[in-house]
Each structure stands twice: as structure tokens, then as C-alpha cells.
């Protein structure tokens, strides 16, 4: 999954040269979090409400109303901006853009193009909204989690019974993290299975391999196994 697939392409840019008063004021009416700052056409940094926040005066709430507008009509954006611009390039993949914002530690990127003109943005919101999408959570069906040996076919015979149980499948993914070598973590979410015969397919499941958890997300029943296997 690409950025530029989920990234916001209504973008709401500030000049550098417009004070920090007018970017408050597209923050709030826009409803965004960080504003790219342009200048002549070119993308020169960013600021966000904490940029505009840590600017404010210190002694701000000891201002009359009017003396604390008339400062912020005379700082300008230039002066506050965070630079250099942290980007992401419209062909990154998502992964790759929430390592980016987590080793930044940023919460949002201006999104640009090969020649780095801006074309975007991205946000923590997009990203779990993909998430979200790509794991099929919205299907409201039942998640596995499995111990399963790391080697081809693992994943299938699991999956293969699943859907001898007339389940589908939403999402696969897998981990090496937490597991011990030669093993991996796999979670599967799928739906369709009729509910009177989920036990069944637990305990099917169970002999083939180990099942650390099962959430069913229609039913909201949540059970725990790992600590069978770890006791």
C-alpha cells in the first residue's frame, strides 16, 4: 500500500510570509494539525498547532485580548517554521511512512513528488485508516492469533481448515518478533464460520498447532490461550 493511495490531496498550505495569527486561524477552520509553508511555490517547512502553541507568549494569559492579537499579527510563520521539511515520497509504502513519523517523531509529513513538489499530506489518521482497511477489521469477524513453525505450507494447512469450515479469509500477516527461532507469529481474520461450530474449529485448529488468542469481534468474546502453552 502506497502514500499516494492514502494520502489527503486537498492540501492546505500557509506563506512564510503571513503571520502566525492567519495560520491559527487556517488550523481552526480547516480542522488540521500542520499546515506545509510555502514560499514563491516552494516548500520551505511546516508548523503545527504546538509550533504555534510553544510561540504564543509566555505570559500570554496576562495579555488584554487585543495585545495578545496584535503579537500574533506580528509574528510571522517564517519565524516559527519547523525546517528542514521532513517528506515522504508519494511511492513510499505505508511501513515505510509510520517508521518515518515514529523515528521523527512526528505526527504528520508533507507528501512530495520525484522532483519534491508538494502534492500531499499524510497523517497518524491515514495511516490507521489504512490499517484498518487492510487488516478487514470492518468485517467485524473473528481474529486468530497462531504459533505456527516457520516453513512453506504452515500458514495453508491453517487456513485450510478454516475454510473447510466455509470461513473467508480478510487479512493474513505475520511477525518474527516474540517468537523463538524457527517459529513465527501469524494472525488471520476471517468471517463466514456459523458460531455453533467455532468451537469445533478452535479445537481443529488446536491440534494442528498453537492458538494464542481468538477475538470475536461480532460477538465482542475474547479468550486467551497462550498461557496453556506457556504454563
Given at each position: 500500500m502506497l502514500?499516494?493511495?492514502w494520502m489527503n490531496k486537498d492540501i492546505i498550505t500557509v506563506d512564510a510570509n503571513e503571520s502566525m495569527l492567519d495560520g491559527i486561524n487556517l488550523l481552526k477552520k480547516h480542522a488540521v494539525l500542520m499546515l506545509p509553508v510555502m514560499r514563491n511555490g516552494e516548500l520551505?517547512?511546516?508548523v503545527t498547532d504546538r509550533d504555534l502553541k510553544r510561540a504564543s507568549a509566555?505570559?500570554?494569559?496576562?495579555?488584554?485580548?487585543?495585545?495578545?492579537?496584535?503579537?500574533?499579527?506580528?509574528?510571522?510563520i517564517k519565524d516559527i517554521m519547523s525546517r528542514p521539511v521532513i517528506t515522504v515520497p508519494f511511492d513510499f509504502t505505508l511501513e515505510e511512512t509510520a517508521e518515518t513519523l515514529l523515528n521523527?517523531?512526528?505526527s504528520s509529513a508533507p507528501v512530495v513528488d520525484h522532483d519534491g513538489q508538494l502534492i500531499g499530506t499524510i497523517t497518524q489518521t491515514d495511516l490507521f485508516r489504512a490499517m484498518l482497511s487492510v487488516t478487514g477489521l470492518k468485517k467485524h469477524g473473528v481474529q486468530f492469533a497462531f504459533q505456527l513453525e516457520d516453513r512453506p505450507?504452515?500458514?495453508k494447512e491453517v487456513a485450510d481448515i478454516i475454510r473447510a469450515y466455509g470461513g473467508r479469509i480478510a487479512s493474513i500477516m505475520s511477525s518474527y518478533e516474540q517468537s523463538p527461532e524457527g517459529q513465527r507469529r501469524v494472525y488471520i481474520r476471517m468471517y463466514g464460520v456459523d458460531r455453533d461450530k467455532m468451537a469445533d474449529l478452535i479445537q481443529e485448529i488446536k491440534a494442528k498447532t498453537t492458538v494464542l488468542y481468538m477475538v470475536d469481534h461480532r460477538e465482542n468474546r475474547r479468550e486467551i490461550y497462550e498461557a496453556e502453552h506457556s504454563a
Open positions: 502514500v499516494k493511495n520551505v517547512g511546516v509566555s505570559d500570554a494569559t496576562t495579555l488584554e485580548v487585543h495585545e495578545l492579537l496584535y503579537i500574533l499579527s506580528k509574528i510571522k521523527q517523531k512526528i505450507g504452515s500458514i
